[in-house]
């Protein structure tokens, strides 16, 4: 499932789904554990230029080969005009994290279930704040729980 993922003060401040406009169900029950998996992947990949530490894992080096990390992104967050950006991940089955697009923190960016007046007033000791759409009216199938990221989706329809 993707997720959109707010930096401030080099940190993780704020995560929310990114598709805001259906319910699901697992997201209240698994909030920690995609909380963690997205922190782990920015602390050790996103926020470290991604150089993989020889400390982790063979599982989570593995999950970090070129394939899964695109190396025109890496020296973009040394780049970056300020330390906020917006990060959009997939989160899969595994809890493996998969980087979408990484980009400046801007009104031009949509906040989605937060507010821009909200992500500003965020500093470096405030709590990470997870967000899901609550409403369970909005709520979602069960092929689109298993859907690939609507990113993918969008550029395969334009393809067409």
């Known amino acids: 499932m993707e997720f959109r ?6 940190r993780v401040q704020a995560i929310c789904q990114r598709d805001d406009e259906q319910h699901y169900q697992h997201l209240e029950d698994d909030a920690q554990k995609i909380q ?19 400390s982790l894992s063979d599982q989570r080096n593995a999950m ?13 967050t040394e ?26 923190a801007r009104d031009t960016t949509d906040a989605l279930l937060f507010t821009w007046a909200e992500l500003d007033s965020l500093d ?15 709520q ?3 092929s ?6 609507k990113n993918s989706i969008n550029l395969y329809l334009s393809c067409k």
């Open 5 to 10: 993922t707010f930096v401030k003060h080099r």
């Open 36 to 54: 963690q998996a997205i922190e782990g992947f920015f602390n050790d990949t996103v926020k470290g230029q991604g150089k993989v530490s020889p």
């Open 64 to 76: 970090l080969t070129p394939k899964h990390v695109n190396p025109f992104w890496l020296p973009t």
């Open 79 to 104: 780049k970056m005009s300020g330390p906020e950006y917006v990060m959009d991940v997939y989160v899969d089955n595994a809890s493996r994290v998969w980087l979408i697009d990484l980009g400046p």
């Open 124 to 138: 470096a000791d405030s709590p990470l704040e997870f967000r899901c759409v609550l409403d369970l009216s909005r």
């Open 140 to 142: 979602a199938g069960a």
């Open 144 to 149: 689109q729980r298993e859907s690939k990221p």
